[in-house]
């Protein structure tokens, strides 16, 4: 079960007054990219429209990190009985499914996601959200190694960030064949919003990352 695209709307109005930041508007140029996308590549675009919609929902509680915003997104939804909103919360920031876990969780909500995602066989709505989440900022589209800069400028560098670039690279070669045609020919103004340089967003002082 899935809401409405008004619904959803609705949801992200409600989430930025509880934690305003550029990850709503994030959320909606996700929503986007996969409708778009979706459309070309013969999937259901307003399913895809809306999972994008809702992929970050868990970020309503707070500026959190990525383990407690993919929880409290799969929590929310599954209250709300979105089961299919619920699982793109869990499995859109983990590309690279299992083998993003190749360690032993210490935190209890860590465990549950990794026992979720090794539970998980991933569909073309699980890949086509980690990739729109990878072509998508706040201000637009960009193709995917700028985003990939951005994200590193804030959070620095990690080995596992190449492979998990590896896969999303991969991810977008699958729908390109879906599509035939490049994912950026769908994404509006995408040759003028990768040029833009902003600042990388940061936390105000004090507030977690």
Not at 26 to 51: M, Q
Not at 87 to 108: L, N, V
Not at 185 to 199: A, F, N
Request: with cysteine; hydrophobic share 40%; net charge negative.
């Amino acid at each position: 079960m899935l809401p409405t695209i008004e619904e959803a709307m609705k949801e992200l109005d409600a989430a930025w007054k509880l934690n305003p930041g550029p990850w709503v508007r994030h959320s909606v140029n996700v929503g986007i990219a996969a409708r778009n996308i979706a459309e070309k590549a013969g999937l259901d675009s307003e399913k895809a429209y809306v999972i994008g919609l809702l992929h970050d929902i868990g970020r309503r509680v707070g500026i959190v990190d990525i383990p407690t915003h993919v929880y409290e997104g799969y929590r929310y939804c599954m209250i709300k009985g979105w089961e299919e909103a619920a699982r793109i919360c869990m499995t859109h920031s983990y590309p690279r499914m299992s083998a993003d876990f190749d360690y032993e969780p210490e935190t209890e909500r860590e465990m549950g996601i990794k026992k979720y995602i090794l539970g998980c066989v991933p569909d073309d709505y699980d890949k086509l959200i980690q990739m729109c989440d990878a072509l998508a900022a706040d201000y637009g589209f960009v193709i995917l190694e700028k985003r990939f800069v951005d994200v590193t400028r804030r959070y620095g560098i990690m080995e596992d960030y190449i492979k998990g670039w590896d896969t999303i690279f991969a991810i977008k070669e699958h729908f390109d064949s879906l599509m035939g045609c490049s994912v950026y020919d769908v994404l509006p103004d995408i040759g003028r919003t990768t040029l833009l340089t902003p600042k990388p967003w940061q936390p105000p002082k004090g507030e977690q990352k």
